[in-house]
């Protein structure tokens, strides 16, 4: 099977239990929705009308939502034990890489946004790097045409990891309990195993065939004649368990500097990789500072460049805070058109974004207050823009320029928000990129390593097949970390902790988040509403509006036709976890306690309270 076809059969798999093959695109006229919705011609709902309506989870001491439940527990079982969110965090990185192997990792890397009890706030990239021996054209044959498929399967697509180096850092900085404590739960997830549910088998099927072609993979993930795993059978990971419990043993040291690394390394070579022993040893997570702007009020701390999903989100809601969304609608026509069009204008400028340590980026100049009017000048009222006449860190728009081409990151991430009662809030996103990454698990450690290379343009400042140019600032270095659109989030207001939120989807991250936040902020949502409202997605290039079922009323989607605006329909998309402090809605009175939303896009996750 082709990676396109898989990535088909993944997101039809995925999506299919929660949305029928007719299901249309109009909510009810007899839905009901909150006060701050109302000028919306569509009043709240979800994507699947067959979801009822849920309550937000509720904790007085803390609260953990992730995608997958058992992963949820263990990280209220830290806080139960009297660890903080950090010690949480950290246990809960480590239980997805057992329960959650398409995404959770060991192999992969991710960032990791902190605001402090005291309210200072962290950023942490611990995100893969390029091998030492990479190079700008290693995905281009003689003739510079490039292997699709090299950056996105094998060895040769595997990136340094950086989760285990990451988890170690922020538990030694900021967590109070030990490495064997955090790691506990995951450790007896692994070596006593877990019944799988139908949210389990759905990701492993994703990938059968995958497995049979690594001979790690079959045997841990398929039955001994090759068949895939069912709801009911109990997943053992006895090697992953042997990794963990070394790492719990020597630390970061004991994966970077150990059997773990040789076994990889050997493993690269065997399979045609690149992997040396001196890019693990030489691997470092780095702390930077949080990106931050505001919003009506609310302090956004979000990820920086290597993310350019956090200048995205910023310089949507910078451009957003000139319009009262909450007067003209979240779904309305021009609510949807004012929207959109920030959307262009944020994906058209973060195209020349890149890693910080290799090229400078125009942060301050694109979340410039002025820059932002200057857009809204020339953002029409009535009609669509055309993406072609955009040019990044331009305000309006000046005419046919260089077409670079659209994301190429995977959709096949995942998302885990904690928050304790002393105000301390950690948003973390970690990926192996696709799903269960490049398909490798090096011999006898039970993870598999991820296809983050594919983060990379393999051929940049050359047009491809279809006359679109890779971005020279993402160009493959030795060292280099490839440029995201992950973005872990926390939100404060009046110097408190309001939100935590983040979620997968590749390019559509920034837009995801965004919808949450406007839910919240302008719509009048609780947190689980605001996670379950549908989605509208653009991102420059492709210029057609993305919807998820539901997510606009017939009239509205009519209009905007009208007014020059192409529409493409979707199933649903992301897996967005996130937590309210101290009330369930921006404007619910005050409780005290934790709010935890949970993304039922895909089944299996859980937001648990303590």
């Known amino acids: 099977m082709t990676r396109i076809r898989r990535r088909t059969a993944i997101l039809s798999l995925l999506t299919g239990t929660l949305l029928s093959p007719g299901a249309g695109f109009a909510a009810s006229s007899q839905d009901a929705g909150p006060a701050g919705l109302a000028s919306d011609p569509l009043a709240y709902g979800t994507v699947n009308p067959a979801l009822k309506p849920l309550e937000p989870a509720f904790g007085e001491r803390g609260m953990v939502v992730s995608a997958q439940h058992l992963a949820s527990e263990a990280g209220r079982q830290i806080l139960a034990a009297g660890g903080n969110a950090a010690d949480a965090a950290v246990a809960v990185g480590y239980a997805l890489a057992v329960v959650y192997p398409a995404a959770g990792n060991l192999g992969g890397g991710g960032f990791m946004t902190l605001r402090l009890p005291d309210g200072k706030t962290r950023f942490v990239d611990f995100r893969e790097h390029a091998p030492g021996a990479s190079t700008p054209t290693m995905y281009q044959d003689a003739q510079g045409r490039v292997d699709q498929d090299a950056s996105v399967s094998g060895w040769r697509a595997v990136g340094i990891p950086g989760t285990v180096a990451g988890l170690e850092d922020i538990r030694r900085h900021w967590g109070r309990m030990s490495r064997a404590q955090v790691m506990a739960p995951a450790i007896a997830l692994a070596e006593r195993g877990f019944v799988l549910d139908a949210g389990d088998v759905a990701l492993l099927r ?159 100049h694109l979340l410039d207050p002025a820059y932002a009017a200057r857009i809204r000048e020339g953002i029409p009222a009535h009609h669509a823009l055309d993406s072609a006449t955009l040019r990044a860190g331009v305000a309006l728009p000046v005419g046919t ?40 698990i090096g011999s006898s450690t039970g993870f598999f390593l991820n296809d983050e ?31 995201s659109s992950m973005a872990p989030t926390v ?41 379950d409202l549908p989605r509208i997605h653009e991102q420059w290039q492709p210029s057609a ?37 101290g009330r369930p809605s921006a404007h619910a009175p005050e409780t005290g306690g934790l709010y935890g939303g949970w993304d039922r896009r895909h089944e299996g996750g859980a937001a648990i309270g303590f």
Request: hydrophobic share 35%; charged share 20%.
């Open 491 to 531: 939100v404060s207001h009046d110097g408190k902790p309001f939100m935590v939120i983040g979620s997968p989807g590749g390019s559509r991250i920034p837009t995801i988040i965004l919808s949450v936040v406007l839910g919240v902020i302008d719509g009048g949502l609780d947190i689980q509403q605001a996670i």
């Open 401 to 440: 320029g260089e077409t670079q081409a659209p994301s190429r990151e995977k959709h096949e991430t995942t998302q885990f928000s904690v928050a304790d009662r002393s105000g301390f809030a950690v948003s973390a996103t970690y990926t192996l990129n696709g799903w269960f990454g490049a398909g490798v």
């Open 206 to 364: 994703t990938s059968t065939e995958v497995f049979r072609k690594d001979p790690e993979a079959r045997r841990i993930f398929l039955h001994a004649d090759g068949s895939p795993l069912d709801v009911g059978d109990r997943l053992v990971q006895k090697d992953l368990a042997h990794s963990l419990r070394a790492i719990a043993a020597g630390g970061a040291d004991a994966f970077y500097k150990g059997e773990i690394a040789r076994r990889i390394v050997q493993s690269s070579r065997k399979g045609g990789g690149i992997l040396r022993l001196a890019d693990f040893a030489g691997y470092r997570p780095r702390e930077l500072p949080t990106l931050r702007c505001s919003y009506r009020g609310y302090v956004v701390d979000t990820a920086p460049p290597p993310s350019g999903g956090g200048v995205a989100l910023c310089e949507m809601l910078d451009i957003l805070s000139g319009y009262d969304l909450g007067k003209l609608g979240l779904r309305s026509t021009e609510g949807v058109q004012r929207q959109v069009e920030a959307m262009r204008h944020a994906y058209s400028d973060r195209r020349d974004l890149g890693d910080p340590a290799f090229v400078k980026n125009p942060i301050t």
């Open 453 to 483: 290379m594919d983060d990379f343009s393999a051929k940049p400042g050359s047009p491809n097949m279809f006359g679109i140019v890779g971005s020279r600032a993402n160009a493959i270095a030795p060292g280099k970390t490839p440029l």
């Open 545 to 581: 509006i993305e919807l998820e079922p539901r997510a606009l009323t017939p009239d509205v989607m009519q209009q905007l036709q009208i007014e020059g605006y192409a529409l493409s329909p979707h199933k649903p998309w992301g897996i967005a976890e996130g937590i309210l402090f």
